[in-house]
């Protein structure tokens, strides 16, 4: 699938940065649950979801209405059959996407309840790293990388697909999202994993001599004095030497 490349990274993996200002050095945030996090750590993995197991609807297939471009009435009507042809494979191309594994981050450096609440339960963490370092740490060897900021004014019919996958209804505007599509090299790619909702990318812990996630912050909805214990050993664990850890400055 083709789409517009605004800038490359020098980083080693190829990562085309896609309709966005974003910079390598931009600062991104996650929340996630605690064991999955800890489970990163331990096995050195990032695993990425499939975007058709997402929670929005919109994600897993857009309705055909937003395919179809305007006609004006009473005026020379294009070749419908060759119109139609069009608008389907434009679908498809979209549908088919949904099996790309995404990773989805923050641009918001001050923390949100809302998102400690949409993505974590009591015991969540949200982490932070930049974007060419965790492109650094990771080594996607059958992917392509596509990284870009996503727009919030929804979809219409004369975006290109490219466009679509960094698109979002204007109720999620709040989220300031960073997203990253692996890109599958090769179409048969998860012939043997079609059942699969994500992936497993191997992780380095350290990028030049430093931690990946330079942050940790524990959820406010952990009590204090359990927030102590955890950040003592978070502290105290080799695979988060040189990262803050702290708790939530939010007062539940």
């Known amino acids: 699938m083709e789409m517009d490349e605004s800038q490359q990274s020098s980083s080693k993996n190829k990562v085309y940065y896609v309709l966005s200002e ?7 945030y996650r929340y996630m649950d ?6 990163m750590l331990k096995r050195k993995k990032l695993y990425v979801s499939k975007r058709r197991t997402f929670h ?7 309705p055909i209405k937003f395919f179809l471009p305007p006609h004006v009435v009473n005026t020379k009507q ?5 119109e139609t042809e069009a608008i389907m494979e434009k679908w498809r191309s979209y549908r088919e996407t949904g099996d790309w594994p995404v990773s989805c981050w923050t641009l918001r450096n001050d923390e949100n309840y809302l998102m400690w609440k949409s993505y974590t339960t009591k015991f969540g963490v949200r982490i932070a790293t930049t974007i060419d370092t965790l492109v650094d740490s990771i080594t996607p060897n059958n992917y392509n990388i596509w990284c870009g900021q996503l727009t919030y004014k929804g979809f219409h019919a004369v975006q290109e697909i490219g466009e679509m996958l960094f698109s979002k209804s204007a109720y999620y505007s709040n989220e300031e999202e960073v997203r990253f599509y692996f890109e599958p090299k090769s179409a048969n790619l998860f012939d043997d994993t079609a059942s699969d ?3 497993e990318i191997p992780l380095k812990l350290t990028v030049g001599g430093h931690h990946v996630f330079s942050e940790v912050v524990l959820s406010p909805f952990i009590k204090n004095d ?4 955890l950040c ?4 105290n664990m080799d695979e988060l030497k040189d990262c803050q850890i702290k708790k939530s400055h939010i007062r539940i």
């Open 22 to 28: 974003l910079r390598p050095h931009t600062s991104i």
């Open 34 to 39: 605690l064991d999955f996090f800890l489970c």
């Open 56 to 62: 929005d609807k919109d994600e897993k297939q857009l």
């Open 78 to 82: 294009p070749n419908l059959k060759e």
């Open 197 to 199: 909702n994500g992936i």
């Open 226 to 229: 359990a927030a102590k214990v």
């Open 232 to 235: 003592e050993m978070l502290q």
